[in-house]
């Protein structure tokens, strides 16, 4: 379980990094054309498509993670990686990193450090009944929001979309010893690439019309409280392993979710910091020398 937290951690801090940079790539295009067109451009800019490798290979750490520690947990621990994520940044453009921000870093650390202890860990098991009512359900309030157009509602319905991915992951994970090959062409399977396809499109448009820190912070929550929620009512998993201390693995994932706001905002800072100091820098581009006239 330690393992797949740590891949969780990493795997969030690498895809925070990789949303900074499609942000900051989609953030390039001024013009009035449709989200659609914005989009279809960005896949000719190299800085997206830098963000685009990032997120990739972070989804792909999550997915082993998801497959071998419990999802509620996982998805807390995902919605850390901030912690990780803008000290990186920091050092990364040489960014100063603030007290407020160092609070919020160290606040989501002892968050995450009290997670694990007292953890129930149960037999990995799934109703597929309660599983299949949370993805319909999921998916209605998920297709509203992005109809209804802003930021924070496309972001929202991007975080329903993940988070019911990351559950359709766990499903296919919980079938694989028993079915093997067979179990990656389940339903599931199909469940998990069109909820992660459906949440890229949400998010990539969130990004698109809007500032990067409400788009990552509802996004990151939506995805945490989704997961937890089918962690807990499908997969049958526990805060704790007596009321105490699902009281408190309760308040300290409150605690991460409340600071993911401040640290998707110091990321932004760092990123735009970075940008105007190159915007300033003197060229380095040798002077061409003056033509003398023929004599």
């Not at 969780?8 to 900051?24: C, D, E, P, W």
């Not at 998916?139 to 929202?156: D, F, H, K, P």
């Amino acid at each position: 379980m330690i393992g797949g937290l740590l891949l969780a951690l990493v795997s969030a801090a690498v895809i925070n990094l990789g949303f900074l940079l499609q942000h900051r790539g989609l953030a390039r295009d001024a013009s009035p054309a449709p989200r659609a067109g914005r989009l279809r451009r960005a896949f000719a800019d190299p800085t997206w498509l830098s963000g685009q490798a990032l997120g990739w290979l972070g989804f792909g750490l999550q997915i082993m993670a998801v497959a071998i520690a419990p999802l509620s947990l996982v998805q807390a621990f995902a919605a850390g990686g901030l912690a990780l994520s803008v000290p990186l940044a920091a050092g990364i453009f040489r960014h100063p990193v603030t007290r407020g921000q160092t609070v919020a870093v160290l606040a989501i650390a002892a968050g995450l450090a009290v997670l694990p202890v007292g953890f129930s860990t149960g037999s990995d098991r799934i109703s597929s009944g309660s599983l299949i009512a949370a993805m319909a359900i999921g998916t209605v309030i998920a297709g509203a929001l992005g109809r209804m157009g802003g930021v924070a509602a496309r972001a929202a319905a991007a975080g329903i979309f993940y988070g019911l991915a990351d559950a359709a992951i766990k499903a296919v994970s919980l079938q694989w010893p028993a079915h093997g090959m067979a179990g990656l062409v389940s339903g599931w399977s199909a469940v998990a690439a069109t909820g992660t396809f459906a949440g890229f499109l949400c998010f990539q448009s969130a990004l698109a019309e809007g500032a990067a820190v409400p788009a990552i912070s509802v996004m990151t929550a939506g995805t945490a409280l989704v997961a937890l929620a089918c962690g807990l009512g499908a997969f049958g998993e526990s805060l704790g392993a007596d009321l105490p201390a699902s009281l408190v693995h309760g308040f300290a994932i409150a605690v991460v979710l409340a600071a993911v706001p401040a640290l998707a905002a110091a990321q932004t800072t760092i990123v735009q910091a970075a940008d105007h100091r190159r915007e300033r820098a003197p060229s380095r581009a040798r002077p061409v020398p003056a033509v003398q006239p023929p004599r």
